[in-house]
């Protein structure tokens, strides 16, 4: 494989512009996609007659409008380019107005009230500076997805509203400090965690198909305590898939670059290069449907539910986060000399100062139904917003707060006294892995998002937080004479971190001291589940900054909030349901079964005058668990009732929360005794060590 040659061949990137249009609109679109200029709807037929005839190279014979609406799922409708001529002849054409504007019948996806069904316009417009591609005969036009009063109805558009207003703050911030740019990026890399299982095995389990996760199964003899999973040999199966989904991301110009196994069994990760948010985001989509597609490809199942199975690690996405300007300056290196660097650590306050500020919107950014079940289960960051800066940079900190001069510690060399073994240069800061929101060398790590999310939301909110913090910065900034510049951004790094060093901790973020006893002594929240986050979005503080930064207006936060509400509600009940059929139709129903197997022995015994310990006090045990969990089995189907009765679905998922959910632990945990009690041959699906540890 020539990876060079095939990297990025379906995409019609910088290199196929520069040879297929004019020098002039050539010109035009590198400026859009560098400087997030407007590009002139004049070029846009040049751009579209282009694009049209490469993707036909390719092997197009449609094209879409890809866009992504609040499902977080990419959404796409086909349309051909052919366009029937006199005599029963077609030709293939694609017109500029069809590159930049498009109207899917927008009715069916979610708007929060913001569209009646009776007036459901919504436009898709093309988003230049992500390239289009080719998958398939289809070419993809990344767009975004707006309303006719242009109210935003998707996860792209606030994300490249954001990046506007973070972009002005942050090169005025920059250029005070004496760094040249016209633009500031921000630039993310997501690490991608996935399950992978055999798809037979997927296809027997109606909660994986339903839900993405299962509700039951009893834990297997053999978890994730050995510890032999992570970073282990790559069984050739999986190889031969993680070979797949290289080749066609890299087809598609997604720069996946780190595989391994992750912690869980069957658990893996995938990590790309980083690039620039809005493009990290459209390959991040990319990245996992190509990972489902291709498992399919090698009857395997691509599960990226936050937590497919209980009693081991479920998946995250951690969120690499950086800025940079368009000279090339990333904001968060810290160079040869820290200490000294005055954007560097300026640049970090304004991080700790938009964290300790805003963490119910960065909270909030990664509520989701599945990811209730990782955050603050010891496997992810807990639900308390906090920053991890590691000893070095702490050290800085605290010397900049008591005015001492930093004294950089022993960082040096590290040998490992073994003679042909190189001793190497030790980074300035350990990993910490339990941080929420981690420094980590040259940007930060966001670690509270769940492995399904979209990570359009979460990037929103930490460019709004930073936007907000450097405004204020500036503000003081912008009074200083030249001469006093240097004392007064010391003197402001100074107080920002004083103000705000209660959101950083740098020890155990699992330990019950903090969880329990330190954060809350410092004040900071703890809000433990989506229904206690998403309402944070109309706090009227929320409102102001989200308005203020031209993310989004009073009502798309209005909106926002309740299709996301409303999306939890549905999960919950999709569940509940779920589960209550499973255990009508098919567990109790083999229970009932295997019982009659154990009844006919017992009395087969009798006859014979045997004893039948084992028949007799198994059928004893099943029969007590069957009506007990019949009895569950009623009492949530009852719940599951009351809450799809409730209007207020603020009070609805509360409700699916408090009740439901705590319901269905309850059913689960006599189904899983069931599980250990009846046979296999009767239990009617998969079990965990079947799956988890599936046959190659
Ligand atoms: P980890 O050790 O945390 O698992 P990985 O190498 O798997 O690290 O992932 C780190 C991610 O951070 C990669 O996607 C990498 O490209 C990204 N990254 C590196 N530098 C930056 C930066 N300046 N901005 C954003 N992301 C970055
Ligand atoms: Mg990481």
Not at 102 to 107: F, I, L, Q, R, Y
Not at 114 to 126: F, L, S
Not at 321 to 326: A, E, G, L, R, V
Not at 407 to 419: D, L, M
């Amino acid at each position: 494989m020539n990876v060079p040659e095939l990297f990025g061949s379906m995409v019609f990137n910088d290199r196929e512009m520069k040879k297929r249009l004019s020098p002039e609109t050539y010109k035009a679109m590198k400026t859009t996609v560098s400087s997030g200029k407007p590009i002139s709807p004049k070029l846009a037929d040049e751009i579209a007659e282009a694009m049209k005839l490469w993707a036909i190279e390719k092997g197009a014979t449609h094209y879409t409008h890809w866009f992504q609406p609040m499902t977080g799922l990419p959404a796409e409708k086909h349309d051909s380019f052919i366009d029937p001529q006199p005599g029963g002849s077609v030709i293939m054409t694609f017109k500029g107005k069809e590159l930049i504007k498009g109207e899917p019948d927008a009715s069916s996806f979610p708007s929060g009230g913001m569209r009646e069904t009776a007036e459901a316009r919504g436009y898709t417009v093309w988003d230049p500076t992500s390239y289009a591609f080719v998958i398939g005969t289809t070419l993809y036009i990344p767009t975004c997805f707006v309303s006719f009063t242009g109210e935003v109805l998707d996860k792209k558009t606030p994300l490249l509203r954001s990046m506007d207003a973070l972009s002005e703050v942050a090169t005025k911030f920059a250029r005070l400090f004496g760094v040249e740019c016209e633009r500031v990026n921000c630039t993310v890399g997501p690490e991608q965690e996935y399950f992978l299982i055999d798809r037979d095995l997927y296809n027997a389990r109606k909660d994986l198909r339903y839900t993405g996760r299962t509700l039951f199964g009893a834990a297997p003899p053999k978890g994730q305590e050995l510890e032999d999973q992570y970073f282990g040999a790559i069984r050739s199966r999986v190889m031969a898939f993680m070979e797949d989904v290289d080749e066609q991301l890299w087809k598609l110009g997604v720069a996946a670059k780190t595989r391994h196994n992750e912690v869980a069994p069957c658990q893996h990760e995938l990590a790309p290069v980083f690039s620039s948010v809005n493009v990290a985001t459209d390959h991040n989509l990319l990245t996992m449907e190509v990972l489902k597609k291709t498992a399919e490809k090698h009857n395997l199942a691509c599960l990226l539910h936050e937590k497919p199975f209980k009693g081991v690690n479920g998946s995250g996405k951690h969120n690499n986060w950086s800025i940079s300007t368009d000279t090339g300056v990333n904001l968060l290196n810290p160079g040869k000399n820290p200490a000294d660097n005055l954007l560097f650590l300026a640049t970090v306050a304004a991080v700790i100062k938009a964290v300790h500020e805003h963490s119910d919107l960065l909270r909030l950014s990664v509520a989701t139904a599945g990811n209730d079940h990782r955050l603050g289960a010891n496997e992810a960051p807990p639900a308390i917003i906090s920053i991890y800066l590691g000893d070095q940079l702490s050290a800085i900190f605290d010397a900049i707060e008591s005015g001492k001069k930093y004294k950089a510690g022993e960082t040096g060399k590290t040998a490992i006294r073994v003679a042909a073994v190189p001793d190497f240069e030790k980074d300035n800061s350990d990993r910490n892995r339990t941080s929420p929101f981690a420094f980590t060398g040259n940007k930060f790590e966001f670690r509270a998002l769940g492995s399904a999310l979209n990570i359009g939301c979460p990037n929103v909110m930490i460019n709004v937080a930073v936007a907000d913090a450097m405004e204020s910065m500036i503000e003081v900034l912008s009074k200083a004479t030249p001469a006093d510049f240097e004392k007064t951004a010391r003197k402001l790094i100074k107080d920002t971190y004083s103000a705000h060093k209660a959101i950083v901790f740098n020890g155990n973020n699992y330990s019950d001291e903090w969880i329990n006893v330190e954060s809350k002594k410092r004040g900071l929240p703890e809000i433990k589940s989506t229904p206690d986050a998403l309402p944070c979005y109309t706090k009227p503080e929320n409102v102001a900054l989200l308005a203020h930064f031209g993310v989004f207006n009073e009502r798309e936060c209005q909106a926002r909030k309740e299709i996301l509400l409303e999306q939890y509600a549905k999960v919950i009940n999709i569940e509940a349901y779920t589960m209550y059929k499973m255990t009508a139709k098919m567990i109790l129903p083999a229970c009932v079964q295997f019982m009659n197997a154990l009844s006919e022995s017992v009395k087969n015994k009798k006859d014979l005058n045997m004893t039948y310990d084992y028949e007799g006090s198994v059928l004893y045990k099943t029969g007590k668990l069957v009506d007990k969990a019949y009895s569950q089995m009623g009492a949530l189907e009852e719940l599951r009732r009351q809450a799809a009765l409730m209007t207020d679905v603020e009070e609805q998922t509360k409700y699916l929360h408090d009740a439901v959910l705590a319901k269905m632990e309850e059913l689960r945990e006599s189904l899983d005794s069931l599980e250990l009690l009846v046979s296999s041959e009767y239990w009617p699906l998969p079990s965990y060590g079947d799956m988890l540890f599936y046959v190659d």
